[in-house]
């Protein structure tokens, strides 16, 4: 799913609509990924590993005669063989698991949704904190993020905002963009959360003609 100028232009004129009717600041900002995951195939890695071990244990006979097989029958094995034998099995099934899963489809498809949303929503934070938050004199900037890999969006508000808004009014805005995203529609997500989202904040900070456009409208790419 990729964001065209014409979603950019398309959101741009929804947060230029917006703030004409409010005196609050809408940032948008449209990212690929949250996070790499790296740590994914690593930990499911580790899990197929130890799980191996497990079975190894749990069934010696059978691998032993499965050994017995492999070589005939006539060797006699001591327990350092019997040893190495199993650490090189579980390393062959740690490396084979740990570049099985870092392909990036199996990674995301491997990856809880608890993970993804967290990770959403700590970028989401962190770009709130170095673009939006405090950026306006009033302290009414709103940053929507939308992450496309883990089709997950936020909502972070400054803190005047927050002490008027309760949570659950950003729950339309939220519902038009992911119901968007799923269409494969982006761009006409991201501008119908901001209309949703200028008409909470045109009822809390209507527009009043003295406060100045201090966050640039353009929806940021990342």
Not at 41 to 55: E, Q, R
Not at 181 to 205: E, R, T, W
Request: proline share 4%; aromatic share 8%; glycine share 6%.
């Amino acid at each position: 799913m990729r964001i065209s100028e014409a979603d950019i232009d398309l959101v741009t004129q929804a947060v230029t609509a917006a703030e004409a009717r409010s005196d609050a600041e809408i940032a948008t900002i449209v990212a690929e990924r949250s996070d790499n995951y790296n740590d994914v195939p690593l930990i499911w890695a580790a899990l197929v590993a130890l799980l191996a071990l497990a079975v190894y244990a749990a069934f010696p006979e059978f691998y032993i005669g499965l050994l017995d097989a492999l070589t005939g029958g006539w060797h006699v094995w001591t327990m350092r063989e019997w040893m190495t034998v199993l650490v090189f099995a579980t390393m062959i099934k740690f490396l084979a698991t740990r570049y099985i899963v870092g392909w990036w489809p199996l990674r995301m498809a491997f990856t809880p949704g608890r993970t993804k949303t967290r990770r959403v929503r700590a970028r989401a934070i962190a770009l709130f904190k170095a673009s939006t938050e405090r950026r306006t004199r009033s302290r009414t900037g709103v940053l929507i993020y939308l992450s496309l890999a883990e089709h997950r969006a936020e909502i972070v508000a400054d803190e005047a905002i927050v002490a008027k808004v309760k949570p659950e009014a950003w729950g339309a805005a939220m519902a038009l963009l992911i119901d968007e995203l799923k269409a494969g529609h982006p761009g006409g997500g991201m501008a119908a959360a901001v209309a949703a989202i200028g008409d909470v904040l045109a009822d809390h900070f209507p527009h009043s003609g003295t406060d100045p456009d201090e966050i640039p409208n353009r929806m940021i790419c990342l």
